[in-house]
């Protein structure tokens, strides 16, 4: 493998929303040096790789960022960073029309104003949305983008950040990359869980299969705070296809019924989105099941306008709908809950962070899915966050001392970096795959940790036997043979995989009381309980996971890091 070392002043690791923008903003900002490391390709990768037809999160007529921070607490069951949400929510419509003046069509009416779907969402016509963000990265000469680049660890030297290691999936080249300070945006978790479909079709899943929890591997891996991962997002999709409900449930009004016909959402407490999922289980598990989204009789237009949604952001529903010869106006859309997620893009798991995004790692921002606190970000807020990171990063810059780094400390770092990855392309081919133990993670987290199988319900005893299981196959992980770059991605995705599925056991594990169904189903403590109303954060120490328990940041507040 060739060996590369690279100075630069902020690396950006993962290009994705939050990414490109924090790019975007600091080239705006600043003439510092910029490097996007991405493991896939800016034009198409993370969430928006497909595209989205709406802007989930915005500050409609008539309301407030205030209100915004209203709705998203009693979403989370009041348990969220109120500092986050709302310096989030203060930048929303900004963030909105700067992407309209980049190129994105954003629907308007007569009046000129952008066309509203409910209460806090805006229709777009977003099936290129990530080309434009990155046509407009591109468009700076003071930002560099590494494509096809995997980013595996951080480089740390005494609690402050100083780089991080990767490697080129196609080119065989490993790099060290020094920075004075690292902005991480690598998404959220896919693949924890065993998925809705089996076979080939595993990976046609609500999250992208390629965010695999990198970012919340690394931060793990380095010492940094993270907060609750036991708060798992479970979608309610389509069923096979996992393609979104909102669209239809929104689009056309179309309410949740059980197999009988019957409305059932309204008898399991307010309509929050982990209690839409619960509902939806708890009918199946009465024998009410199968559940639908009532689409029947919504008339010819509408179920042309979600032939035409879907194909913009999940093509295999319209497909579905076309092979079968029935669209929804004829026809109920069958619905399920996915496999459990960590997303801190809808939920609050992720990097613990002060208020302008900064990690407990000095000189380490988190941006969009991976940082926690603030859930129902969507694409508005990872770019809001990623503009607040950037700025928190670019005044770090100006505020602080560096040290110098030797060359022989820097040939340290690269020979120490270097040696952990070769030693996998050494290792003598052994008897698992990383499939296979892939295959049996899921399985793991799926029977004992809360996934689809046991209706996302945990108890204790099944807890203790899930982390000792995991534990078990990193081991194994540790051993694996690659015979490239491309299996060594492979390896660096399960590793870090079987991290953040330890790190969601010992959360779940921590938090005796149930705050969010579904989400976070305990069953040895089935009701929610005040005495838990404060954040579940963990640090890795010598291998295991230590819990500390945090109190209520409120709005108003600018958090900062004690340690
Ligand atoms: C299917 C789906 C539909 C959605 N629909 C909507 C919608 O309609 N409206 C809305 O507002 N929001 C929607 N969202 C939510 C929104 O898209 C996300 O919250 C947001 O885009 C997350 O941005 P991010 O930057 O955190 O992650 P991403 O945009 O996913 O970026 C993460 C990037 O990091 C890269 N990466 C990962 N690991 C590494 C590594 N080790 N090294 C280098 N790079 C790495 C990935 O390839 C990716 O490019 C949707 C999300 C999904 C999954």
């Known amino acids: 493998m060739d060996k590369k070392t690279i100075q630069t002043d902020v690396l950006i690791i993962g290009g ?18 910029v490097l996007i490391a991405e493991k896939a390709d800016i034009k198409r990768s993370g969430c928006l790789a497909a595209g989205v037809n709406a802007l989930n999160a915005y500050i409609v007529s008539g309301n407030t960022p205030e209100d915004y921070l209203e709705y998203v607490k009693k979403d989370a069951e009041g348990l969220i960073r109120e500092d986050l949400v709302l310096t989030m929510s203060e930048r929303l419509n900004k963030v909105t029309k700067h992407l309209e003046e980049m190129g994105l069509v954003i629907l308007k009416n007569k009046d000129g104003e952008y066309v509203t779907r409910g209460n806090r969402n805006i229709k777009i016509n977003g099936e290129n949305i990530k080309p434009i963000l990155a046509n407009q990265v591109y ?52 693949g924890i869980y065993k998925p809705n479909n ?25 010492g940094a705070e993270m907060t609750t991962f036991e708060m798992r997002f479970i979608a309610l999709r389509c069923k096979d296809t996992i393609a979104p409900t909102g669209t239809i449930a929104q689009g056309v009004s179309a309410p949740q019924i059980n197999g009988a016909g019957e409305l059932y959402d309204k008898q399991y407490g307010a309509p929050t989105t982990a209690n839409r999922v619960y509902s ?22 509408a179920e042309e306008e979600l032939l035409k949604a879907y194909l913009n952001m999940a093509p295999a529903q319209t497909l579905k709908w076309l092979e079968r010869g029935k669209g929804p106006n004829h026809e109920n859309v069958e619905i399920e809950g996915t496999e459990p997620y960590i997303v801190g893009g ?34 508005t807020g ?59 993670m899921q399985k793991v987290m799926d029977e004992y940790a809360g996934g689809i199988s046991g209706n996302y319900g945990y108890n204790q005893s099944r807890l203790v036997i899930a982390e000792s299981r995991i534990r078990e196959l990193r081991e194994l992980a540790l051993r694996l043979h690659a015979k490239d770059c491309y299996d060594l991605m492979k390896i ?60 209520f940041v409120g709005r108003g507040v600018v958090y900062e890091h004690t340690h």
């Not at 089996?198 to 380095?222: D, E, Q």
Request: aromatic residues 12%.
């Open 16 to 33: 994705g929303t939050a990414g490109c923008y924090a790019a975007i903003t600091l080239a705006e900002q600043s003439d510092k040096e």
């Open 139 to 190: 468009s700076y000469s003071n930002i560099t983008v590494f494509n096809r680049v995997n980013i595996i660890d951080y480089i740390v030297a005494d609690n402050q950040i100083i780089g991080a290691y990767g490697f080129h999936i196609l080119k065989n080249t490993f790099y060290t990359i020094f920075a004075k300070t690292v902005i991480c945006s690598t998404g959220g978790a896919a």
């Open 198 to 222: 089996p076979g080939l079709s595993r990976h046609k899943m609500w999250y992208p299969p390629f965010n695999t929890g990198a970012g919340y591997a690394m931060g793990i891996r380095s």
């Open 280 to 301: 939806t289980i708890e009918e199946n598990k009465q024998g009410r099941g199968p559940c639908f989204l009532k689409t029947e009789g919504i008339g010819e237009k």
């Open 346 to 379: 809808h939920t609050a798991s992720g990097y613990w962070v002060d208020t302008g995004r900064q990690t407990t790692i000095k000189g380490l921002y988190a941006a969009g899915d991976v940082a926690g606190g603030c859930p129902q970000k969507y694409v």
């Open 382 to 440: 990872s770019l809001a966050e990623g503009e607040i990171a950037a700025l928190s990063a670019l005044r770090y810059i100006e505020e602080t001392t560096f040290k110098t780094i030797y060359k022989e400390e820097q040939q340290e770092y690269e020979r120490t970096g270097f040696e952990a990855v070769n030693k996998f392309l050494h290792h003598p081919e052994g008897i698992y795959t990383v499939f296979q133990l892939e295959e049996a």
């Open 492 to 551: 660096y995705e399960l590793l870090d995989r079987l991290l953040v599925a330890e790190a969601v056991i010992v959360h779940l594990e921590a938090r005796k009381e149930t705050r969010w169904h579904s989400f976070q189903e305990n069953l040895d403590f089935q009701e929610k309980d005040e005495a838990y109303f404060l954040y579940i954060n963990s640090i890795r120490k010598n291998e295991r996971f230590e819990i500390i328990k945090r109190a």
